[in-house]
């Protein structure tokens, strides 16, 4: 094979990817306007940390809302007064401190918008695929490294429209992150179309970003490096961007048409005699199909919710079998099923719509593929369990949250199963319960994960590891508020408690009026809200603890005496620390599979995939 | 540092970088079309009886437009010929002709096809006495059923018959606006090459969302005079629409004003030059006995649809006034988000083809002659796949 490390300057080559330009680079290009993909990787993680802040302020604000509906904000809500949009009105819609439905609404679907597209993709995917995959793989970079740049400020440019969009008169979208129409269409506030903007934006970054990730995959592996010596973490990645890639264009198509019909007037999802608000229909053509939007909506959110999951899972597989020294357990069952989720996770979009009124026959076809898909996840968390089954675990921060990934993750799988029949899902739609089984899976799911990611690889980009201490206490708090937080909600949506009421259900329920005998909600089920406010107030106290450790550390941390902290087999750890412009001073080679630990026979409890074997040497 | 592949093909993937990656792209291109290609067929699937307006386009337009793509997609492949066999003069000639296909393809559609549209109206009645009286007077006095059917089947159900199924009313008389009358019975011409400004003309048809008058039942507040009531408008004591002394209405200090174009300029009545169809339909009818004078050099241009006859329509007639916008139908709708996304895909081939002309590209090409043809090849896969997205398109918006 031509070797893929060759290091001589072709000619006609210019900068900035020149061989002698680096070392004199301008702090712009090096820092901010950079192609290096570990730069991006940085900036990208920083991005992604500092929205998934954005998002949980959010939700701390409506939670405080459920608790005490109508009651003003302390202090914050003073703030927001002033610092907040003006409704169509001229009011101030924090007005007195109070956070009003419209506030509930904006931030509750800026919430989702901004965790989800915001927050833990650029992270999961954009993060961590940057800094680790051209490294794990033995690349001097991605594929395309000014593409990779233009992904940033794309992704750049929607967080910007996305966060003015809080400022603008009527403030930010309200119709919820699904924004279905008509509603999402008829509110008569700019902040929808701000939305859709935003999000072509974004997709076109995580678009750029995916066909990156794959070109690099296929063709810049290392000599040696074959497909089944690649790190999981790197086929995570690999099923990640062909989901992405797919999956987002059809949201792309639907947003240009959502757009079209509030800046154009036409009727794509407005059906014939829609009628807005009072007794007139609305003055447009009609003919449209608010079904239309749904489909096309999750057509990918649900490949979406594999994008969250997967590479969560790519860096506990890391992580897990890092610690506890022994070799994945079904390496290649867990990538053929990492293969069967892709695929699988196009078709089974429409079990969000059962309550749509579809036809008995095509929930039953959905309900058949999601009832599969649940296999191959399965599949993946029993290869990981048995993993740890007779290995020396070691207890370091990283690893107690990936360990904690597991039980947690597989609340929130095995809970979907109920949403995923058409018949006990016509109870539990849109109830708390919904609200509680997908937190398991991306909160203390993916976000344990990112954590986990977090305090594992900060050695290799700063080298100093995070503070042990304090790691053990952010992961100690997490869990336990997380917990708080979520397993009530299961029990609230038993109970019948529907989501997205900015009172928390308190009128839904009537519990002032206790001479009433039915319909209500008893006091023990909305007693919980306070109890889940406490905790997520609780939760963002343990955040603190995170954000300071990680800010002390880049400077003050412990630091690393060499370059393989962790005694890891992947290539990324047999590079310098941080590694060069270019990745590898010395052209590399793969020798083996991406995970011998504990090898019989071997010197040392890991074997790095660079080492020769013994008859080869 | 140099990334591996970026113009030498991989061993084992027979690719270099560029061209593995413009493969990937294109793949989440077909997600990207097919998701308004999938809202197409479910529209016209689900589209109410008279709605999808089958048979309005001009093939043989879209049919040239198909021609100069087709060519343009075989030149391209020619330039990058030359280059192989290091032509760089054939190149730029094959390069430019390519250029010029693809310019001619967005000239004919956003200077012709485009305007063309917007400026041609359609109009709903709202009684079918109205509408008889309309149409008859399109067809020269009579009200003719077999031939409004006609037109309405050449229209809108080539094959079917939806024509009993839909009311007379809300079958659509289409045209051009020349000219509007006023409440004092003056008639102001409309220059019907640009017809009512494009943004504004939608008329009544169109609510400034957030600053409507409501009634205490939720509904739209009217007034005496039959306008639809905003926010910051200034009223007379008998909440009459005040105006200013050129007939403008007046607004509040400070109020952003809100186009409704009957209303500002007065509209009693629009005066309409039927499309072509009814002329033809009239000629054939009334065989020359013709109730109306020829009006010649009275209205102006007419969009070179020969001269008609004018039709008068009442304001109180009119229930839905429309050109063929992209609010018109979802149809209509389809046609400019799918015509313009590929546009916009035809405009983005033009601006890096060009680039590959510049002085900056000469000197990648000395510098890199391999790499440089790669570029050429990569433009020519994105040029071929915007190609075959208007061999869909040609077919479904045009033939079908």
Redesign the interface.
Known sequence: METTTKLEVAPGKHAPEDEHAHGEQHFLTKYVFSSDHKVIGIQYGIGGLLFLLVGFMLIIGMRWQIAKPGEPIPIIGAVLEHVYAHNNAGEPIFKNGVMSEDAYNQFGAMHGTIMVFMGIVPLAFAAFGNYVVPLQIGAPDMAFPRVNMASFWAFFGGAVVMTVSFFIPGGAAQAGWTSYSPLATVIPTDGQSYWLIGMMLLITSSLLGAVNFIATIIQLRAPGMTWFRMPFFVWAQFVTAFLLLLAFPPLEAAGIMQLMDRVCDTSFFLPTGVFATGSDPMNVSGGGSPLLWQHLFWFLGHPEVYVLILPAIGIVTEIIANNTRRPVWGYKLMVGSLLVLGFLSFIVWAHHMYLTGMSYKVATFFQTTTMIISIPSVILLTCLFITLWRGSIRFNTPSMFALAFLPMFGIGGLTGLPLGFNFTDLHLHDSYYVIAHFHYVVAPGTVFALFAGVYYWFPKMTGRKMDEYWGRVHFWGSIIFMNIIFMPMFIQGFAGLGRRMSDGGATYSLVQQPDLTSGGLPESIMGMNTMISLGAFGMFLIQIVFIVNFFHSIRHGKKVNSDNPWGSTTLEWQTPTPPPHGNFPEPIEVHRGPYEYSTPGADKDFTPQTEPDKDEA | ????????P????G?Y?GK??IW??L???V??????F??YV??RV???DG?WSMGLMNKWVGAFNTLILIASSATIVLAWVCLKLKDIAGYRKWQWITIVFATMFLVVKWSYEWPAKFTHYDVKFTSDAAAKRAMGDALGGTFDETAVKQIWQGRFDPGTNTWDRVELKDKPLDGHIVAYIDSEDKRHKVDATMGFSFWSH?I????D??NLV??P????KTNTEGNVLYKGIELNADESLKRDENGNVVYQEGAIPYHDTFRDRDIQAIVLHPAGNWHTKQKEASSGTLKFAEEKGHTGTDGGHGHHHEVIIQRQDISRL?SY??????F???Y??LTG?HALHVLGGILVMLYHLLPISRR?Y???PE?FTNRIEITGLFWHFVDLVWIFLFPILYLL
């Open positions: 540092m140099i990334i591996p592949h970026f113009e030498k991989r061993e084992d993937t690719l970088n593995a990656g990937i792209f793949a989440s291109e997600m990207l079309f097919g998701g308004v999938s809202a479910l529209l689900g589209a109410d709605t939608a009544v048809w169109r609510f969302r957030k409501k009634n039942d939720g509904s739209v429309s916008e992209p609010a018109h139908s979802t209509f709708a389809t400019y988000t996304l990648v000395e510098a890199n790499q």
